[in-house]
């Protein structure tokens, strides 16, 4: 983020307007191609061999409470790093394993992204003394806001995170329960933009009955809140995935100089020309395995069925990354992945799925560009 060809400002991270860098001069362990699901499942687990080699990882005990808040773009079972992904599948297992192996008391995860109710939804157990929030539900997008166009061009912020912060500074922590707080973020659930109401639905898993004994400072820190503190109004919206199209709208709206304009004219045409291919490849690929015994097409085109496949619907997820498009880098294609749920549901038989899979990598390898980093 801070490095990103799109920071106008190198070096530096804000999170609200007007607001200090907090990026300079803060520890960071782990940068650039740093930044992976191995290393991530690594640090919770306090892997000793990175430890060893100086990194900072979760030396915790039997004793100890975690929190954990992870923020990305996602889509159903699995969220984004910034060249491959995390699935809810290996996240779960290496929670129940910290469990087993006795490297918490409690632990409590926060967890925004599109789709985040998927990353928890019938893989978190109750008994394993943890418990998680996510910003949204199975199936629908998350929302950025706080646009700072003047210096930054971006959003700032995710509302998910712009809500429990605002909760946890304008009340006591020491007070509070974390069921408190998730009913908070619920009720600033709903927002209107343009005349329009919309909302996105935090979700609760795993043990609620440790959301209702423990306070947010047993995770977030006891902290006092100063008297003054107010929660700071959020000052627009973007659907995720959109940030890019939005951004890029703005910046023609408000050019003056007529050769930037076209600039920006030029990169928004590009982008929706990439996203307009991939809608255009997601279809040739259905309608390519439309003989398959069980494949609806209209079904899988249309629907957004239930996940419980998960491992059906890895092996698409996995081939579609490595062959067609980095799911790391492309956040529009994050949101065609149900179509793959839905065939995932539809294909029981592994010879079924085996072949509609086959199928992917063949089309893939003769209809997309070999640069699949291509962002869309």
């Given at each position: 983020m801070a490095n990103s060809v799109y920071n106008p400002h190198k070096g530096t991270v804000i999170y609200e307007?007007?607001?200090?860098?907090?990026?300079?001069?803060v520890p960071k362990d782990f940068v650039g191609k740093e930044v992976t699901p191995e290393n991530f499942?690594?640090?919770?687990?306090?892997d000793e061999k990175l430890a060893k080699a100086g990194k900072r990882v979760v030396n915790s005990g039997p004793n100890d409470r975690i929190f954990a808040f992870f923020?990305?773009?996602?889509?159903?079972?699995y969220v984004s790093f910034p060249n491959s992904v995390l699935h809810a599948t290996d996240l779960n297992k290496e929670l129940i394993q910290m469990h087993k192996d006795k490297r918490y008391s409690t632990l409590v995860f926060y967890l925004s992204a599109c789709e985040s109710g998927t990353m928890f939804e019938k893989l978190l157990p109750a008994d394993i003394n943890a418990f998680a929030?996510?910003?949204?539900?199975?199936?629908?997008s998350g929302w950025a806001c706080n646009p700072e166009f003047k210096k930054y061009k971006t959003y700032l912020a995710g509302w998910f995170a712009v809500n429990w912060?605002?909760?946890t500074v304008t009340n006591d922590p020491n007070k509070e329960t974390l069921e408190e707080q998730y009913e908070y973020i619920k009720i600033h659930n709903n927002f209107t933009m343009e005349g329009e109401q919309y909302s996105q639905h935090a979700q609760q898993y795993g043990d609620l009955t440790l959301a209702n004994k423990d306070h947010i400072a047993q995770y977030q820190g006891d902290k006092k809140v100063l008297a003054n503190s107010v929660s700071k109004p959020v000052t627009g919206f973007s659907p995720s995935r959109d940030v890019p199209i939005n951004i890029l709208k703005h910046q023609i709206e408000s050019a003056n100089d007529a050769d930037e304009k076209q600039q920006y004219v030029?990169?928004?045409n590009a982008l929706l020309a990439g996203r307009q291919m991939l809608d255009k490849q997601i279809v040739q690929y259905v309608n390519s395995i439309a003989d398959i015994p069980g494949v609806d097409v209209n079904v899988v085109l249309n629907e957004k069925l239930e996940l419980?496949?998960?491992a059906g619907y890895r092996q698409f997820v996995d081939t579609f990354h490595q062959h067609c498009y980095n799911?790391?880098?492309n956040t529009y294609a994050l949101g065609k992945m149900h179509a793959f749920v839905n065939i995932a549901e539809q294909l029981t038989e592994s010879s079924a799925a085996n072949l509609a899979v086959d199928r992917l990598r063949q089309f893939c390898a003769a209809n997309v560009p070999a640069n699949n980093a291509l962002i869309i």
């Open positions: 307007e007007g607001g200090a860098d907090v990026y300079h001069g499942l690594a640090v919770l687990r306090g923020a990305d773009h996602g889509a159903p079972g929030i996510t910003a949204t539900n199975t199936v629908e912060l605002n909760d030029t990169e928004l419980n496949n998960f799911l790391g880098q």
